[in-house]
């Protein structure tokens, strides 16, 4: 799914934007595990191993998992375990933040540049004029889609 700058600033927050977040930023490995009558969804974190073998029959369990792409989660069919509300949580923003930096650190030397300017670009979309005074206050929605924007490089 190739996304757009409008697509993405006409994005309420939500179930949507937090999973873009989680796919595009976060990097999160989603894995839908076979339980009986259900199937739910975990994440796997980059650097982390993978979800079954954190339990100690690792061969056996492995069989209950496969990773399953952000498009077929579904809520109605699906137990989804670990999401956060990234676009409505101020402190969990704030980690997405965190990513944003390490990014910039080890990765993508301007992305820093890149989320600020984004991040002027959807306040003043909101209000009309971006003074810096506002970054301060910028909300977690606007915070998730400017970091969305810088590391789609829209």
């Not at 989680?22 to 974190?45: C, F, M, S």
Request: glycine share 6%; proline share 5%; aromatic share 10%.
């Amino acid at each position: 799914m190739t996304l757009t700058r409008e697509e993405i600033l006409a994005m309420e927050p939500g179930r949507q934007l937090n999973r873009l977040v989680q796919e595009h930023i976060l990097k999160w490995i989603p894995w839908q595990e076979g339980r009986g009558d259900y199937t739910a969804i975990v994440y796997q974190n980059p650097g982390e191993r993978e979800p079954y073998m954190r339990t100690q029959r690792w061969e056996t369990a492995k069989e209950r998992y496969s990773i399953i792409a952000y498009s077929d989660i579904d809520e109605m069919v699906h137990a989804v375990y670990g999401d956060k509300g990234w676009s409505t949580d101020i402190s969990a923003a704030w980690e997405v933040e965190e990513r944003i930096l390490a990014l910039y650190l080890n990765e993508q030397p301007g992305l820093i540049d890149d989320y600020i300017d984004s991040l002027m670009d959807v306040i003043r979309k909101e209000h009309g004029f971006s003074p810096a005074f506002r970054l301060a206050h910028a909300t977690p929605e606007q915070r998730c889609k400017a970091a969305l924007m810088a590391v789609l490089g829209l």
